[in-house]
């Protein structure tokens, strides 16, 4: 799948009539009231979710509505989603996650914590990180696109291995699907954060890495990596010389992360409307348009429905790649 594809903004008169109505619907607190709401995230701050996550909330402050962003890391993000099906349903307290949490982790942890399909009510993606393969500069000069990539792997299978930003991510399982597709045993190499696996790249420790487009942007002036292809159904506003693996032949390798929000089970489809207004008015905010193209994400809104329909077809559709890999988290 490529969600930034489907990514949209929707119809300007459905707007021009949702906008006005999200002061009403919104709580006190969401509206800049004494009290602000929370937006949880479940990982450190600094990283790109929380990044997503402040941001956003300072686009909200300048819209006239309070939120906080409340850190409670842990499990992979799982303890920051089990809290939200606790909470009332009246937005004082919503969720900002990786999309990748309610369509794979679903097939890989034994011990979830929620349940995707009940407790996390989506709300509205707000940016979307595309894939992309890399590879050393201690990779031959001679590999320059994919199928160089995939015929040095083959006359020199130790270096078929790949890295990803976290064992269980959509990047990992891209390269899987990227090893079954090319008829190669590529080896996965998880590592705990995009950090310390550019490091190893850049280091030629590795020889590739499938990560985020934005994990790249920082060391492309250094020229001591390549990047082959990326994972979207188009090229990469970020990278626009760098084809996608379906120009290269290989169609079924689309994908990407998003980061939306969600609301408690049981929230009002108005006051869930009213949330995707807030945040698609915040999508033309120059300020947060800024601000996210300094970190290789690309802003795009759907609507609760739709949004929610698009997470029910990912969950379907990366099924059957997890359980060939037959990749589990026993925890």
Request: positive net charge; contains cysteine; hydrophobic residues 45%.
């Amino acid at each position: 799948m490529d969600a930034s594809s489907r990514l949209s903004r929707r119809a300007f008169a459905q707007l021009a009539l949702a906008v006005p109505l999200a002061g009403r619907l919104l709580p006190a607190a969401a509206q800049g009231g004494t009290a602000p709401g929370r937006l949880l995230v479940g990982y450190p701050p600094g990283g790109t979710l929380d990044t997503t996550a402040r941001q956003l909330v300072e686009a909200w402050r300048r819209q006239g509505r309070s939120y906080m962003v409340d850190n409670r890391v842990g499990a992979a993000g799982r303890i920051a989603s089990s809290l939200l099906k606790r909470e009332r349903p009246d937005a004082g307290t919503l969720l900002c996650t990786q999309t990748s949490a309610l369509t794979i982790y679903p097939h890989v942890y034994t011990r979830l914590m929620y349940d995707p399909a009940k407790d996390l009510q989506p709300v509205s993606p707000v940016v979307t990180a595309t894939c992309a393969l890399g590879v050393s500069g201690a990779v031959p000069a001679s590999v320059k696109n994919l199928q160089d990539y995939l015929a040095w792997v083959r006359h020199a299978p130790a270096h078929a291995s790949y890295a990803s930003p976290a064992a269980g991510s959509v990047a990992h399982f891209l390269g899987y699907r990227l090893s079954e597709a090319a008829g190669l045993k590529l080896e996965h190499v998880g590592y705990r954060g995009s950090a310390p696996a550019m490091q190893d790249l850049i280091g030629g420790q590795i020889p590739a890495y499938f990560g985020f487009v934005a994990d790249f942007l920082p060391y492309m002036a250094q020229g001591r990596i390549r990047i082959l292809a990326v994972s979207g159904e188009k090229r990469s506003r970020f990278l626009p010389q760098v084809p996608t693996f379906a120009e290269q032949g290989f169609a079924a390798i689309r994908g990407a992360e998003t980061y939306g929000i969600f609301a408690p089970p049981g929230t009002p489809e108005a006051t869930l409307n009213a949330l995707h207004a807030s945040i698609e008015r915040a999508s033309r905010d120059p300020a947060l348009v800024a601000a996210f193209e300094q970190v290789g994400l690309e802003p795009g809104t759907l609507a609760p429905r739709d949004y929610a329909a698009l997470i029910e077809r990912e969950r379907e559709a990366w099924g059957p790649a997890v359980r060939a890999s037959g990749f589990r988290f026993e925890e």
